[in-house]
Structures are given as structure tokens and as C-alpha cells.
């Protein structure tokens, strides 16, 4: 049923002009407008046309695939992406992926907005992902296994490509963008996390914490695709100052640290 599914959307998507698309992104809450803005000759595309496709039921996730090209390379940008606390299963969730792997995707960069848990930095602020501690309910590669996606086992000693991640590193240095490195960990959600979840999250090693990308990540290394991700920190989650989370504050501090993240990203991919 799931390889149908894969097929069916990627046949669709060929069918509709998208031609072996080298690099894929996937943007996250507040994230989906300055980057759209460098892809050339854009060919967009509503999720709820592609067949099997869920569609982004969170208001501020604009629910449409972008093809085009940014610096020459060509790109197939997710403009929102799907979450599980939505409804979904963790097979929907990461479909997408699986479908831009099969279209000919050698690159995965994904972005999103996450707590900010560590008392050093600052909300505004981004963190390179460089591990992460999945607290999700499920997983996306639970159920029969199909070789031709991937392993039943997959390796998850360096689910973060070092090759990208120190790519970024660099980029952030010469632009004099400040970016931090740290531990990302996956909850469930949609509520955010009390107090004593938050201490928790820090005493077992998070930075950061959010409600995707780990199963996109888990999907990517399934099928051996090379991947990197970005958290703007949004909120300052400090459980002995912790105010009353207002999702208005969180998207504009998303919005104002968008042009740093799309700075990062094109550059990436001008270099690959």
C-alpha cells in the first residue's frame, strides 16, 4: 500500500514539470515566505492535488510544494509541512520525503522553530541540530519494512550529514551569523511542555525542543539521504521564569529570523 502511495505522488509530480529535483527543504512554522522568494522559474503545486498527500491542517503552514531553482541547482521546497499531532500517521507525516527522495533528491534541509532550553542563548537565535532524542509516540518506519526504501535496522550513529553540518558551520562564520549546535528532542505536542517537562528535557541532554522533523530525519536515513536541519529558537523555555506561551510572539520572532536561516541555506546550496 505505502509503496503505491510513493509511487503514485511521484509519477503525479513528474507528470506536473517536477524533473529530478537535486535538493529537497522542508519549511517550518513562520518559515515559509523569504526562502519561496529565491527559487526562480517556481512551479507551485497544492498538496491536496498530489494523490495520497495529507494536507497542512495548521493555519500559518501554507500546504504547497515548490519547484524551481536556487543557484542553479534545482530545488522542491515543502511550503509547511505535517505534523503528527494533526491526526496523521507517522507514514503520512514522512510521505513526502519518501516521494523527493524517489524524484531524484541527493539533499534533504529542513528548518523549524523549537524551545529554546538552554539558558545561554537567546530566542532569535539558531540552532544546528547536531543529534536529537525522539519522545514520539510512533515511529514512521514501524510496520513491514520494504528493502527497496531501506534496511529493517537503519544506522542512526550520524543521522545528521557532518558534510553539511560543517558546510553550515562555515557559512555561519563568514556571514557572522551566530549559529549554535546542539540536541533537538521530539515530543508529541501540540500543548508546549510544563515546567517540570522542561527540566526534564534539559536533564537528559535537549537544547531544544519541538514537535517534527525527527521522523523526516529517521525517513531520510532510512533511504540513505543525506540531511541536515535548522531550529530557529522561537521561545525561551527557562522552567523557573517561564511565561504563558503566546504563538503570535513565537511566529513573529520566526518571521524576523527567517532572513538569516534563508541566508544559510541558499549559500549551502550554491556550494553543493
Not at 74 to 80: D, P, S, Y
Not at 142 to 153: D, I, K, Q, S, T
Not at 214 to 224: D, G, I, R, S, T
Request: proline share 5%.
Amino acid at each position: 500500500m505505502m509503496l503505491n502511495e510513493i509511487r503514485q505522488a511521484t509519477e503525479y509530480l513528474r507528470k506536473h514539470g517536477v524533473d529530478a529535483p537535486e535538493v529537497g527543504v522542508i519549511l517550518g512554522t513562520g518559515l515559509g515566505n523569504l526562502f519561496v522568494k529565491e527559487i526562480r522559474n517556481a512551479v507551485e503545486i497544492n498538496y491536496n492535488s498530489i494523490p495520497f498527500f495529507p494536507v497542512s491542517t495548521v493555519e500559518f503552514h501554507k500546504g504547497k510544494l515548490i519547484y524551481g531553482t536556487v543557484s542553479g541547482k534545482k530545488v522542491l521546497a515543502m511550503q509547511g509541512r505535517f505534523h503528527y499531532y494533526e491526526g496523521y500517521s507517522m507514514q503520512k507525516v514522512t510521505l513526502p520525503v519518501r516521494v523527493m527522495k524517489m524524484l531524484g533528491v541527493q539533499y534533504l534541509l529542513i528548518s523549524n522553530a523549537a524551545g529554546n532550553m538552554n539558558l545561554k542563548w537567546k530566542k532569535g537565535e539558531l540552532m544546528l541540530i547536531d543529534d536529537h532524542i525522539n519522545l514520539q509516540p510512533d515511529n514512521p518506519l514501524r510496520g513491514e519494512n520494504f528493502e527497496v526504501l531501506g534496511p529493517r535496522f537503519p544506522d542512526m550513529s550520524e543521522p545528521y550529514s557532518k558534510k553539511l553540518n560543517a558546510a553550515l558551520t562555515k557559512i555561519a562564520r563568514e556571514r557572522k551569523i551566530k549559529l549554535n549546535k546542539g540536541v533537538y528532542a521530539a515530543v508529541m505536542g501540540p500543548n508546549l511542555e510544563t515546567r517540570a517537562e522542561y527540566r526534564f528535557l534539559r536533564t537528559i541532554g535537549a537544547d531544544a525542543v519541538g514537535m517534527s522533523t525527527v521522523p523526516e530525519v529517521l525517513v531520510a536515513n532510512h533511504m540513505k539521504l543525506p540531511c541536515c536541519a535548522v531550529s530557529v529558537l522561537t521561545d525561551d523555555c527557562d522552567p523557573d521564569h517561564l511565561k504563558p506561551a503566546n504563538i503570535g510572539e513565537i511566529l513573529k520572532v520566526a518571521a524576523k529570523a527567517e532572513a538569516k536561516l534563508t541566508n544559510l541555506y541558499v549559500r549551502l546550496i550554491e556550494g553543493l
